[in-house]
């Protein structure tokens, strides 16, 4: 091969990546990784890893201040400044890849830094810092460019300096007030943070609940546990201006059975979505076909319309997370070059947002599994059952299993508690092995642990957990 020829060009190293060029890299391939922003995408650097310390942090000042409730008092004085220098030292390394770069290149890949764009079949042109090159593919591509903030077309926006996700990890100072646009993970996991961390906070929602996807039993009750925190949660709102004055930032808006009104703060966060990463890409001249949100289509094995080229990552479309685009990545790698042809699986992928009580699922919800023809039947154990929780004086949530009535096997779980998340893969192993309900149960569960509630959820199909004796009999 000449230099500028590989077996496969990887466009966009993110966790989709860079997860499909390091395994080809591995199994002997010639591989070229080409991105222009960050090799490992946003995870580590602007989103999951800085964005949990910062809540970490925040959530730890929540629970200093129910000191009180628990062991007596305890002052404390936050500081800022020193969550903002952990960011940069241990989340983000200074916005730097070069550790990420190396690891790849340890792999045996071969890394350019540059914006990369589909040119001929099995081409690939780079714009560089010092100019354009062109790579050959000879067995195949691999794209996976990712996805930023998408920013809704909101009169006076443009002009307004505000927030997003990019912003809200670089902050070195909490401002005093803000105003969050949007009511899904990260306009929520972003709004109760700030709030914790002494911010005024309102959160705008345009459909006429938080997380519109979930029940409302879950969204209800986190709504609720919101407000009681101070955060102003207004739902069914239409923004209709931002305006930016020497007062700080002025959104106007309009919400069904107010009107319109007016909201001021000292700063604005934009957390309404994200958008594909595909202008100049050469897509359409490629032959590759987008959605209609304008995500990368592929069928089942990840290979787009386009012969050889295959696409991983937040880029496609639907679960946006960082190890679904890693999984994705290696499946990619897998079909296209390995001889593989096998399609993508979802049935027991869990996701969690952190906000506290967390919220976690895993599998089908009572509604999505009566709509797929299924005999569903929904058990909600609320965690004042649960004795962990009475210990920790902490009861705010519940935890639900829905099952297939007529096989008795589990089908799904929505939590929402205090570390809600660590319960998720239990649920998520008895989904994939398709273990009943009555197996569930009949396993030793520790007492006073958070796993005990899965277990007593579990009894709550076919008792009244209140009858019940102190180990669950």
Aim: aromatic content about 6%.
């Amino acid at each position: 091969m000449t230099a500028d020829t590989f077996d496969v060009v990887v466009i966009g190293m993110g966790p989709g990546g860079e997860a499909a060029a390091t395994r080809l890299s591995r199994a002997g391939l010639m591989v070229l990784g080409v991105e222009g922003r960050l090799v490992g995408g946003e995870c580590p650097y602007y989103a999951c890893v800085p964005t949990k310390m910062m809540i970490r942090a925040a959530n730890t000042l929540a629970e200093a201040g129910r000191v009180g409730a628990l062991a007596g008092s305890a002052a404390v004085r936050p500081d800022w400044g020193h969550v903002a220098a952990r960011i940069r030292a241990e989340a983000t390394d200074n916005w730097d890849d070069a550790v990420a770069v190396a690891r790849f290149e340890k792999a045996g890949g071969r890394f350019v830094r540059g914006w990369a764009r589909l040119s001929a079949p099995g081409e690939v042109t780079v714009d560089t810092t010092t100019g354009s090159r062109v790579f050959q593919a000879t067995q195949g591509i691999v794209l996976n460019p990712g996805t930023q903030p998408a920013v809704p077309p909101i009169p006076g926006l443009a002009d307004t300096p505000y927030w997003t996700n990019r912003e809200a990890v670089a902050v070195t100072e909490v401002p005093s007030s803000l105003i969050v646009l949007g009511g899904r993970y990260i306009a929520l996991e972003c709004a109760q943070m700030f709030a914790r961390l002494g911010t005024k906070v309102t959160l705008l929602q345009r459909s006429d609940r938080i997380l519109p996807n979930e029940q409302p039993d879950l969204t209800d009750a986190l709504t609720r546990y919101l407000r009681d925190e101070g955060i102003e949660v207004l739902t069914g709102v239409d923004i209709e201006k931002v305006e930016r004055g020497a007062g700080g930032i002025t959104v106007t808006a309009r919400q069904s059975g107010r009107g319109q009104f007016s909201l001021r703060s000292s700063h604005l966060l934009v957390a309404t979505g994200r958008r594909p990463n595909t202008a100049g890409l050469g897509l359409e001249e490629a032959g590759i076909k987008l959605d209609a949100s304008g995500a990368i289509e592929v069928d089942e094995t990840l290979q787009t319309t386009s012969p050889g080229v295959y696409a991983a990552g937040d880029v496609i479309g639907g679960e946006m997370f960082v190890y679904t685009a890693a999984y994705e990545g290696s499946l990619a790698a897998a079909n296209a070059f390995t001889g593989a042809n096998n399609a993508r699986d979802y049935t027991a992928l869990g996701w969690v947002i952190f906000t506290d009580p967390q919220v976690a699922g895993v599998g089908l919800d009572e509604v999505q599994a009566r709509a797929a023809g299924l005999d569903a039947e929904a058990a909600t154990l609320p965690l004042s059952h649960v004795p962990r929780c009475l210990a920790a004086r902490d009861t705010r949530g519940f935890i639900k299993l829905i099952r297939d009535r007529s096989t008795d096997r589990l089908l799904g779980a929505r939590i929402l508690a205090p570390e809600g998340s660590e319960l998720l893969m239990e649920v998520a192993v008895a989904i994939k092995h398709r273990v009943t309900v009555t197996e569930l149960r009949s396993l030793f569960h520790p007492y006073l642990t958070l796993g005990e509630g899965v277990k007593l959820a579990a009894i709550t199909f076919g008792k009244d957990v209140k009858k019940l004796s102190c180990c669950a009999v």
